[in-house]
Protein backbone atom coordinates (compact mmCIF):
# COMPACT_ATOMS: atom_id res chain seq x y z
CA UNK A 1 0.00 0.00 0.00
CA UNK A 2 1.27 3.28 -0.92
CA UNK A 3 1.14 6.01 2.01
CA UNK A 4 0.16 9.54 0.01
CA UNK A 5 1.25 12.39 2.33
CA UNK A 6 0.29 15.98 2.00
CA UNK A 7 -2.37 15.22 -0.81
CA UNK A 8 -5.46 15.93 0.51
CA UNK A 9 -8.62 13.43 -0.26
CA UNK A 10 -9.62 14.03 -4.07
CA UNK A 11 -12.86 14.75 -5.57
CA UNK A 12 -13.78 12.96 -8.67
CA UNK A 13 -10.05 12.77 -9.84
CA UNK A 14 -9.25 11.95 -12.88
CA UNK A 15 -5.93 10.65 -13.75
CA UNK A 16 -4.64 11.92 -17.24
CA UNK A 17 -1.27 10.54 -18.46
CA UNK A 18 1.68 11.22 -21.32
CA UNK A 19 4.83 9.72 -21.70
CA UNK A 20 7.56 10.65 -24.17
CA UNK A 21 9.34 8.73 -26.89
CA UNK A 22 7.52 5.61 -28.92
CA UNK A 23 3.75 6.88 -28.02
CA UNK A 24 4.20 10.81 -28.52
CA UNK A 25 4.57 12.25 -31.77
CA UNK A 26 5.82 15.74 -32.05
CA UNK A 27 6.27 15.85 -28.33
CA UNK A 28 2.04 16.40 -28.75
CA UNK A 29 0.98 14.51 -25.88
CA UNK A 30 3.28 14.92 -23.43
CA UNK A 31 3.25 18.98 -23.88
CA UNK A 32 -0.60 18.57 -23.43
CA UNK A 33 -0.01 17.19 -19.64
CA UNK A 34 2.86 20.12 -19.45
CA UNK A 35 0.20 22.33 -20.43
CA UNK A 36 -2.19 21.55 -17.78
CA UNK A 37 0.29 21.16 -15.22
CA UNK A 38 1.80 24.83 -15.94
CA UNK A 39 -1.81 26.45 -16.32
CA UNK A 40 -3.13 24.69 -13.08
CA UNK A 41 0.33 24.67 -11.55
CA UNK A 42 0.31 21.36 -10.44
CA UNK A 43 2.03 20.27 -7.57
CA UNK A 44 4.25 17.28 -7.70
CA UNK A 45 3.68 14.63 -4.83
CA UNK A 46 5.54 11.62 -6.24
CA UNK A 47 8.35 10.40 -8.41
CA UNK A 48 9.16 7.11 -9.54
CA UNK A 49 12.77 5.73 -8.38
CA UNK A 50 14.54 6.31 -11.89
CA UNK A 51 16.43 3.74 -11.29
CA UNK A 52 14.09 0.49 -10.89
CA UNK A 53 12.60 1.88 -14.74
CA UNK A 54 15.23 3.60 -16.72
CA UNK A 55 18.51 3.04 -18.77
CA UNK A 56 20.41 6.13 -17.97
CA UNK A 57 22.68 5.49 -21.23
CA UNK A 58 19.17 6.08 -23.63
CA UNK A 59 17.73 8.35 -20.92
CA UNK A 60 20.53 10.53 -19.54
CA UNK A 61 20.83 12.58 -16.24
CA UNK A 62 21.03 16.06 -16.47
CA UNK A 63 23.38 18.56 -14.88
CA UNK A 64 22.31 22.03 -13.97
CA UNK A 65 23.54 24.72 -12.19
CA UNK A 66 21.46 25.62 -9.27
CA UNK A 67 23.49 29.24 -7.26
CA UNK A 68 26.41 27.78 -8.29
CA UNK A 69 26.28 24.49 -6.79
CA UNK A 70 25.72 21.56 -9.65
CA UNK A 71 22.83 19.18 -9.39
CA UNK A 72 21.39 16.25 -11.40
CA UNK A 73 17.87 15.43 -12.87
CA UNK A 74 17.17 11.95 -13.28
CA UNK A 75 14.94 10.90 -16.04
CA UNK A 76 11.70 9.66 -13.99
CA UNK A 77 7.77 10.09 -14.10
CA UNK A 78 6.30 12.23 -11.52
CA UNK A 79 2.62 12.71 -10.34
CA UNK A 80 1.15 15.69 -9.49
CA UNK A 81 -2.38 16.70 -8.71
CA UNK A 82 -4.45 19.73 -9.73
CA UNK A 83 -8.00 21.31 -8.73
CA UNK A 84 -10.29 22.23 -11.23
CA UNK A 85 -12.09 25.15 -9.65
CA UNK A 86 -16.34 25.87 -9.80
CA UNK A 87 -19.47 25.09 -7.53
CA UNK A 88 -18.83 21.41 -8.11
CA UNK A 89 -14.52 21.10 -8.14
CA UNK A 90 -13.12 18.14 -9.66
CA UNK A 91 -9.39 16.94 -9.46
CA UNK A 92 -7.00 15.76 -11.95
CA UNK A 93 -4.21 13.40 -10.93
CA UNK A 94 -1.49 14.35 -13.81
CA UNK A 95 1.24 11.95 -14.80
CA UNK A 96 4.40 12.74 -16.71
CA UNK A 97 7.28 11.19 -17.96
CA UNK A 98 9.39 8.93 -20.35
CA UNK A 99 8.60 5.81 -21.42
CA UNK A 100 10.45 3.35 -19.64
CA UNK A 101 13.48 1.06 -20.83
CA UNK A 102 12.49 -1.98 -18.59
CA UNK A 103 10.12 -3.97 -16.45
CA UNK A 104 6.95 -2.29 -17.67
CA UNK A 105 4.83 -4.40 -15.24
CA UNK A 106 6.04 -3.35 -12.68
CA UNK A 107 5.63 0.48 -13.78
CA UNK A 108 2.35 0.48 -14.64
CA UNK A 109 1.54 -1.54 -11.65
CA UNK A 110 2.95 0.94 -9.26
CA UNK A 111 1.33 3.53 -11.17
CA UNK A 112 -2.37 1.11 -10.38
CA UNK A 113 -1.18 1.20 -6.60
CA UNK A 114 -1.00 5.48 -6.67
CA UNK A 115 -4.88 5.56 -8.69
CA UNK A 116 -6.50 2.83 -6.76
CA UNK A 117 -5.19 4.88 -3.52
CA UNK A 118 -6.17 8.04 -4.67
CA UNK A 119 -9.79 6.78 -5.80
CA UNK A 120 -9.44 7.61 -9.16
CA UNK A 121 -12.17 7.03 -11.51
CA UNK A 122 -10.54 7.10 -14.89
CA UNK A 123 -7.46 6.87 -16.27
CA UNK A 124 -7.47 9.15 -19.79
CA UNK A 125 -3.86 8.15 -21.46
CA UNK A 126 -3.01 10.90 -24.36
CA UNK A 127 -0.85 9.54 -27.25
CA UNK A 128 0.67 11.04 -30.68
CA UNK A 129 1.30 8.71 -33.85
CA UNK A 130 2.47 9.99 -36.98
CA UNK A 131 0.17 9.09 -40.10
CA UNK A 132 -0.56 10.33 -43.58
CA UNK A 133 -2.81 13.16 -42.65
CA UNK A 134 -2.27 16.91 -43.87
CA UNK A 135 -1.28 19.76 -41.45
CA UNK A 136 -4.23 21.87 -43.21
CA UNK A 137 -7.23 20.06 -41.99
CA UNK A 138 -8.29 19.79 -38.21
CA UNK A 139 -5.86 17.03 -36.24
CA UNK A 140 -7.32 13.66 -35.86
CA UNK A 141 -8.12 12.24 -32.55
CA UNK A 142 -9.28 9.01 -31.84
CA UNK A 143 -10.27 8.14 -29.02
CA UNK A 144 -10.00 3.91 -27.41
CA UNK A 145 -11.00 1.92 -24.78
CA UNK A 146 -10.55 -2.16 -24.62
CA UNK A 147 -14.51 -2.32 -22.75
CA UNK A 148 -17.24 -1.98 -24.88
CA UNK A 149 -19.67 -0.66 -22.44
CA UNK A 150 -17.53 2.35 -21.72
CA UNK A 151 -17.06 2.71 -25.56
CA UNK A 152 -20.54 2.84 -25.83
CA UNK A 153 -21.57 5.10 -23.15
CA UNK A 154 -19.00 7.82 -23.86
CA UNK A 155 -18.86 7.54 -27.71
CA UNK A 156 -15.17 6.32 -27.90
CA UNK A 157 -13.61 3.32 -30.61
CA UNK A 158 -13.57 -0.50 -29.09
CA UNK A 159 -10.28 -0.94 -29.93
CA UNK A 160 -9.13 -4.11 -32.25
CA UNK A 161 -5.57 -3.51 -32.89
CA UNK A 162 -2.81 -6.39 -32.90
CA UNK A 163 0.41 -5.56 -33.67
CA UNK A 164 3.55 -4.23 -31.50
CA UNK A 165 2.59 -1.06 -28.40
CA UNK A 166 4.15 0.58 -26.03
CA UNK A 167 3.44 1.82 -23.00
CA UNK A 168 -0.02 3.60 -23.54
CA UNK A 169 -0.87 0.45 -24.95
CA UNK A 170 0.21 -1.60 -21.78
CA UNK A 171 -0.95 0.43 -18.92
CA UNK A 172 -4.19 0.53 -20.78
CA UNK A 173 -4.39 -2.90 -20.80
CA UNK A 174 -3.23 -3.31 -16.98
CA UNK A 175 -5.96 -0.83 -16.11
CA UNK A 176 -8.79 -2.76 -17.84
CA UNK A 177 -7.52 -6.12 -15.86
CA UNK A 178 -7.52 -4.19 -12.57
CA UNK A 179 -10.69 -2.77 -13.18
CA UNK A 180 -9.95 0.81 -13.90
CA UNK A 181 -11.70 2.78 -16.53
CA UNK A 182 -9.32 3.48 -19.41
CA UNK A 183 -9.05 5.66 -22.37
CA UNK A 184 -6.42 6.47 -24.58
CA UNK A 185 -6.58 9.60 -27.08
CA UNK A 186 -4.51 9.40 -30.13
CA UNK A 187 -3.54 12.49 -31.81
CA UNK A 188 -2.05 11.69 -35.80
CA UNK A 189 0.84 14.16 -36.54
CA UNK A 190 1.69 14.44 -40.17
CA UNK A 191 4.80 12.26 -40.83
CA UNK A 192 6.04 14.78 -43.23
CA UNK A 193 6.61 17.39 -40.19
CA UNK A 194 7.02 14.87 -36.95
CA UNK A 195 9.58 17.31 -35.77
CA UNK A 196 8.44 18.99 -32.08
CA UNK A 197 7.01 20.51 -31.12
CA UNK A 198 3.37 20.47 -32.96
CA UNK A 199 1.12 22.96 -30.65
CA UNK A 200 -1.92 22.09 -33.48
CA UNK A 201 -1.50 18.62 -31.96
CA UNK A 202 -1.36 19.30 -28.50
CA UNK A 203 -4.37 21.78 -29.09
CA UNK A 204 -6.48 18.92 -30.49
CA UNK A 205 -5.70 16.47 -27.64
CA UNK A 206 -7.14 18.75 -25.42
CA UNK A 207 -10.18 19.48 -27.01
CA UNK A 208 -10.56 16.33 -27.02
CA UNK A 209 -9.81 15.57 -22.94
CA UNK A 210 -12.30 18.77 -22.26
CA UNK A 211 -15.08 17.04 -24.00
CA UNK A 212 -14.42 13.94 -22.41
CA UNK A 213 -13.98 14.92 -18.88
CA UNK A 214 -16.12 17.80 -19.41
CA UNK A 215 -14.10 20.45 -17.61
CA UNK A 216 -12.91 23.70 -19.45
CA UNK A 217 -9.46 23.94 -19.50
CA UNK A 218 -7.45 27.19 -20.15
CA UNK A 219 -5.87 26.74 -23.44
CA UNK A 220 -3.27 30.01 -23.03
CA UNK A 221 -1.47 30.74 -25.77
CA UNK A 222 -2.03 27.37 -27.77
CA UNK A 223 -4.34 28.13 -29.90
CA UNK A 224 -2.11 31.52 -31.58
CA UNK A 225 1.00 28.88 -31.37
CA UNK A 226 -1.08 26.45 -33.25
CA UNK A 227 -1.94 29.33 -36.39
CA UNK A 228 1.55 30.24 -36.23
CA UNK A 229 2.97 26.74 -36.37
CA UNK A 230 0.07 25.82 -39.68
CA UNK A 231 1.31 29.02 -41.67
CA UNK A 232 5.04 28.28 -41.16
CA UNK A 233 4.26 24.51 -42.49
CA UNK A 234 2.50 26.03 -45.18
CA UNK A 235 5.77 27.95 -45.78
CA UNK A 236 8.16 25.08 -46.24
CA UNK A 237 5.80 23.34 -48.31
CA UNK A 238 5.42 25.94 -50.76
CA UNK A 239 8.55 25.89 -51.20
CA UNK A 240 9.16 22.07 -52.65
CA UNK A 241 6.62 21.22 -55.34
CA UNK A 242 6.56 17.95 -54.60
CA UNK A 243 5.95 17.99 -50.67
CA UNK A 244 2.80 20.44 -52.22
CA UNK A 245 1.69 18.08 -54.40
CA UNK A 246 2.05 15.35 -51.66
CA UNK A 247 0.15 17.53 -49.55
CA UNK A 248 -2.83 18.50 -51.88
CA UNK A 249 -3.02 14.93 -52.35
CA UNK A 250 -3.85 13.96 -49.06
CA UNK A 251 -6.21 16.81 -48.72
CA UNK A 252 -8.44 15.62 -50.97
CA UNK A 253 -8.25 11.98 -49.65
CA UNK A 254 -9.23 13.63 -46.63
CA UNK A 255 -11.85 15.21 -47.92
CA UNK A 256 -13.37 12.92 -49.85
CA UNK A 257 -13.43 10.30 -46.82
CA UNK A 258 -15.14 12.77 -44.17
CA UNK A 259 -17.70 14.01 -47.06
CA UNK A 260 -20.54 12.51 -45.11
CA UNK A 261 -19.20 13.51 -41.51
CA UNK A 262 -18.87 17.23 -42.16
CA UNK A 263 -22.48 18.43 -42.34
CA UNK A 264 -23.56 15.91 -39.79
CA UNK A 265 -22.07 15.64 -35.96
CA UNK A 266 -18.77 16.84 -36.34
CA UNK A 267 -20.13 20.82 -36.69
CA UNK A 268 -22.49 20.02 -33.75
CA UNK A 269 -19.92 19.37 -32.01
CA UNK A 270 -17.55 22.52 -33.21
CA UNK A 271 -20.69 24.36 -32.23
CA UNK A 272 -21.19 23.33 -28.95
CA UNK A 273 -17.46 23.68 -28.01
CA UNK A 274 -17.98 27.55 -29.02
CA UNK A 275 -20.79 28.03 -27.15
CA UNK A 276 -18.65 26.76 -24.48
CA UNK A 277 -15.79 29.17 -24.13
CA UNK A 278 -17.87 32.20 -25.62
CA UNK A 279 -18.61 34.34 -23.10
CA UNK A 280 -21.89 34.26 -21.97
CA UNK A 281 -22.62 30.94 -23.81
CA UNK A 282 -22.95 27.17 -23.01
CA UNK A 283 -22.07 26.03 -19.75
CA UNK A 284 -19.34 28.84 -18.03
CA UNK A 285 -18.01 27.38 -15.43
CA UNK A 286 -16.83 23.77 -14.88
CA UNK A 287 -18.63 23.45 -11.86
CA UNK A 288 -21.94 23.57 -13.66
CA UNK A 289 -20.77 20.19 -15.43
CA UNK A 290 -22.75 17.18 -15.73
CA UNK A 291 -20.75 14.29 -14.74
CA UNK A 292 -19.99 11.82 -17.03
CA UNK A 293 -22.13 8.47 -16.77
CA UNK A 294 -18.79 5.89 -15.75
CA UNK A 295 -19.98 2.17 -16.57
CA UNK A 296 -19.58 -0.78 -14.27
CA UNK A 297 -16.32 -1.91 -13.75
CA UNK A 298 -15.05 -3.17 -17.58
CA UNK A 299 -14.38 -7.27 -17.83
CA UNK A 300 -11.40 -8.99 -17.81
CA UNK A 301 -10.60 -9.16 -21.77
CA UNK A 302 -7.91 -9.06 -23.69
CA UNK A 303 -7.46 -5.24 -25.18
CA UNK A 304 -5.84 -3.84 -27.88
CA UNK A 305 -4.15 -0.28 -27.46
CA UNK A 306 -4.07 1.44 -30.96
CA UNK A 307 -6.93 2.83 -32.59
CA UNK A 308 -7.15 1.13 -36.71
CA UNK A 309 -6.94 3.59 -39.61
CA UNK A 310 -10.21 4.16 -40.19
CA UNK A 311 -11.41 4.58 -36.10
CA UNK A 312 -12.37 8.10 -35.51
CA UNK A 313 -13.88 10.37 -33.38
CA UNK A 314 -14.96 14.44 -33.56
CA UNK A 315 -15.02 13.43 -37.53
CA UNK A 316 -11.15 12.68 -37.78
CA UNK A 317 -9.15 8.87 -37.93
CA UNK A 318 -5.89 8.17 -37.22
CA UNK A 319 -3.63 4.83 -36.32
CA UNK A 320 -1.01 4.15 -33.50
Known sequence: MIELEGVPELIDPVMVAAFEGWNDAGDAASTAVAHLEREWKGEVFAALDAEDYYDFQVNRPT?????????ITWPTTRLSV???GGDKPRDLVLVRGIEPSMRWRSFCNELLA???ELGVELVVILGALLGDTPHTRPVPISG???DADLAQRMDLEETKYEGPTGIVGVLQEACTHAGVPAVSLWAAVPHYVSQPPNPKATLALLNRLEDLIDVRIPLGELPEDARAWQVGVDQLAAEDTEVAEYVQTLEEARDT???????G??????FERYLRRRD???????GERTRPPWPPKPSEE??????SEDASDDGDSSED
Open 302 to 307: TPGDRP
Open 257 to 263: AELPEAS
Open 82 to 84: VRV
Open 63 to 71: VWLDAGVRK
Open 144 to 146: TTS
Open 280 to 286: GGGPPDP
Open 265 to 270: EAIARE
Open 114 to 116: FAH
